[in-house]
């Protein structure tokens, strides 16, 4: 019934809904060509406002009660500067507030207008009468401290600064905070969404999307130059929001200062006076509006033109949403068409950049890339590291090689760590690296983007996609001027931006659609194989679209250069091999003799399913072979998530040990190690730990991927069950041999992979990056 009555309700305008969006749609495009025909005119140059005093602007529409509670801390607030005024504009109240006002507070300039003009036409022409460069619009239900001004002021420091925003709190302690001063703004689905963040890191001017019309202080003559609060936008609601973005747009700034306290009576006016639902009416059709003006790239015009018209539909047929248009709104954004086609004329005029760097600046990377001029060259470079899995313990290889390369790091550079932990107790096992490290945010359990049917984004993509992580690395770029930006795996490398003058740097622990394809080939489970075909082919396209984008692409080995260049041969003088993929050495006591014989070490997280897959191949197919030669052979099982011990055969003798400490112990102890790793891609970090321990290898081809070239130059090397086997009984009856390989393979890693050799190559090649960008 409830569909049904919708649908009714409704009807007459989604029969109408192809002319409401069709016609705007057509006139926008007609309007925008006939608008590059014409000639462009220079802007006018910017100036920097006096900042000595400032104009206290506040729209009032029957809120006497208000003004008698906020008007006496905002007169102790100016009252250090003679100059400072405060204007009340009175949209025609009922309830005698300007004869209140007149008599209470004579101090207080008091607008009468003769009708109500609205928020943003009352505030327009208390803009109009004030005195001052600076004006301060302030909400009638805004509580100040009383140092709140002074820091606004101090905010207008060059001649781009447009406006500069409060912190908010709200008066009600028991009320969610949906408003802080800090706020954001992305283009998703079509449309515009906003937001405030709460970042307590925050301390002084920071950029934000958008000064909040009721508690932000504006250069007033640019303030008139973008067209004021535009009227378009009645009754109320997102007026700030519009002035905001075409000041972006402009190639102003738009900053928030938390220093400056106000406290909110939220909604104590608009949500007393309007219902619910003809406030959420409003805010649909304004949020049409905003982009029928301001949206000027084709792609995202017909982006929101497609995505309103169904959301209407889907409306209708499921019900409203917050984030969806509906007809009503379609209807009431048509009737104001020809205002919209107006003030889309004058956003045009007034654009200085696309919509894409306006979206872009706000974000405080963009901001200190934009707006900032960075050294040139420096001898101590500031990293951002990235990681989206713990480091410590270092249990799986891509582990190893990050807590051993930032312990080296922490030598040559200033690094800042952002961590992904899956739960809270793991920060305390990262004690030593906040330590060493200049800053160190550990950010427990963040939520990905969901599946989505039909994404072309892979999955362990998406999962971890998230805004929260996205801010906090725009906020630590800005607030420690972050030169380069070190992305751990393919996955973080959605996280690169289009910096003018920051690095982004990708290091790849293996070639994504590489390590897909191989376990594609050896999955024998028909059913699968569907589902994991289009993951390879989602995992191809995405990650040959994001390396061309990256500054420099570290390798794991030669192996996963050279099979990369096939497929993007322009990225050659991107790839670095050598800079990442290594071992701390001297940590590794070199013992290739006096082990225990007939033993076999298998070692990994089983989290990585390569490991998984290796170890079920292993045990079902060489193992019995094993046993069978030398029935006194033990196969000792280290790495965190193992497998059930009923999973495996009882075959020989079998220990599953699970998750350890420190696996060195393991390593100089056992006789032999096995690697019989068959998918995945890049450096085995095991083999490196082998190698430095002294305990000799047996390994499949792709498991040494990248160390060994033939068989018997640093492992021995078998891909089929019987010769895995066979290399494996030899090893273990000829302890002299085995030492030898160990020996060659000690040589090999010392020479090759010692981290702290190749961490000061890294060192070095960062600064090259830096020169070479900000030259």
């Known amino acids: 019934m409830a569909l049904l009555w919708r649908i009714l309700r409704n009807l007459p305008l989604l029969i109408l809904s192809p002319v409401l969006l069709g016609v705007p749609y057509l006139l926008i495009l007609l309007a925008d060509l006939l608008r590059k025909l014409s000639p462009k005119h220079p802007l006018p140059p910017s100036t920097r406002p006096n900042t000595a005093a400032a104009s206290i602007v506040i729209p009032n529409w029957n809120g006497r009660d208000l003004l008698e509670k906020y008007i006496p801390p905002l007169l ?128 002084s001017a920071f950029p934000c999307f958008y000064g909040g019309g009721g508690s932000c202080a504006f250069d007033r003559r640019k303030f008139f130059e973008l067209g004021a609060l535009d009227e378009l936008l009645r009754p109320f609601y997102l007026e700030d929001t519009d002035l905001g973005f075409l000041a972006w747009k402009r190639g102003w700034k738009v900053l928030y200062e938390p220093r400056s306290i106000v406290w909110h009576e939220h909604r104590g006016t608009i949500g007393k006076k309007f219902s619910q639902e003809f406030i959420q009416s409003v805010l649909k059709k304004n949020f049409i509006l905003f982009c029928w003006k301001n949206i000027h790239e084709p792609a995202r015009l017909a982006e929101h033109f497609f995505f309103t018209f169904a959301g209407a539909w889907i409306s209708v047929l499921f019900g409203d949403s917050f984030e969806r248009s509906n007809p009503l709104a379609l209807w009431k954004a048509f009737l104001q068409l020809p205002q919209a086609l107006a003030s889309r004329a004058r956003a045009h005029r007034l654009a200085a950049i696309t919509d894409t760097e306006a979206f872009r600046r706000p974000m405080p990377g963009y901001f200190l890339d934009r707006f900032v001029e960075l050294p040139k060259k420096k001898d101590r470079p500031s990293v951002l590291f990235l990681s989206p899995y713990p480091v410590c313990p270092p249990i799986h290889g891509g582990g190893v090689f990050i807590y051993q390369t930032l312990l080296e790091l922490v030598k040559h550079a200033d690094v800042h760590l952002v961590i992904l932990l899956d739960e809270e107790w793991q920060r305390e096992a990262h004690d030593e690296l906040t330590q060493k490290c200049k800053t160190a945010e550990y950010l427990v359990r963040l939520e990905g983007r969901p599946k989505g049917i039909g994404s072309l984004t892979p999955y362990s993509v998406r999962e971890f996609s998230n805004d929260d992580l996205r801010w906090a690395i725009h906020r630590t770029l800005l607030l420690h001027k972050v030169d380069v930006v070190q992305l751990d795996y393919t996955n973080m490398g959605q996280y690169a931006e289009d910096y003018r003058q920051i690095v982004n740097v990708l290091f790849e622990h293996d070639v994504y659609f590489q390590s897909i394809g191989r376990s594609l080939a050896k999955d024998a489970a028909w059913l699968r194989r569907p589902a994991a075909a289009y993951e390879y082919l989602r995992a191809l396209r995405y990650e040959l679209q994001l390396l061309p984008q990256m500054d420099s692409i570290q390798m794991c080995s030669k192996a996963n250069e050279d099979y990369l260049l096939e497929f993007l041969p322009e990225l050659k003088h991107k790839l670095q091999t050598g800079l990442r993929a290594g071992i701390d050495t001297s940590r590794y006591n070199f013992n290739p003799a006096n082990r225990e014989p007939d033993t076999l070490l298998f070692l990994g997280s089983f989290r990585h399913i390569p490991n998984t897959e290796a170890l079920e191949w292993f045990v079902h197919n060489v193992w019995p072979k094993i046993v069978a030669a030398r029935p006194e052979t033990r196969l000792v099982i280290i ?49 490196l730990e082998a190698y430095a321990a002294g305990i000799p290898v047996v390994s499949t081809t792709v498991g040494a991927e990248g160390l060994s070239e033939f068989d018997g130059d640093t492992c021995a090397l078998a891909d089929s069950p019987d010769a895995f086997a066979a290399k494996t009984v030899a090893l273990l009856m000829d302890p002299q041999s085995a030492a030898q390989l160990a020996e060659k393979a000690r040589a090999h890693v010392l020479a090759n992979w010692d981290m702290a050799t190749i961490t000061a190559k890294l060192a070095t090649n960062y600064r090259q990056l830096l020169t070479t960008k900000r030259k």
């Open 76 to 203: 102790i607030a100016t009252r250090n500067h003679p100059d400072n005024e405060i204007i009340v504009v009175d949209n025609a109240s009922a309830d005698g507030s300007a004869a209140y006002l007149k008599q209470h507070f004579p101090s207080v300039r008091v607008l009468e207008l003769e009708k109500n003009y609205g928020f943003g036409g009352g505030s327009n022409r208390g803009f109009a009468a004030a005195k001052n460069d600076i004006v301060v619009l302030m909400n009638s239900d805004m509580r100040v401290e009383p140092d709140f001004l002074q820091p606004l002021l101090d905010g207008f420091t060059d001649e781009n600064v447009f406006a500069v925003s409060c912190q908010i709190f709200l008066s009600d302690p028991t009320k969610t905070r949906e408003e802080t001063g800090l706020t954001q703004a992305w283009w998703e689905n079509g449309g515009l969404r906003v937001r405030h963040r709460i970042d307590d890191q925050v301390q």
């Open 639 to 687: 790495g965190s998530d193992p497998p059930p011990r009923h999973s495996l055969p009882e075959i020989g003798h079998i220990e599953m040990v699970g998750f350890v400490e420190d696996v060195r112990d393991a390593l100089a102890r056992y006789a032999v190690f096995i690697c019989p790793i068959l998918t995945g891609s890049g450096v085995r970090v095991k083999l």
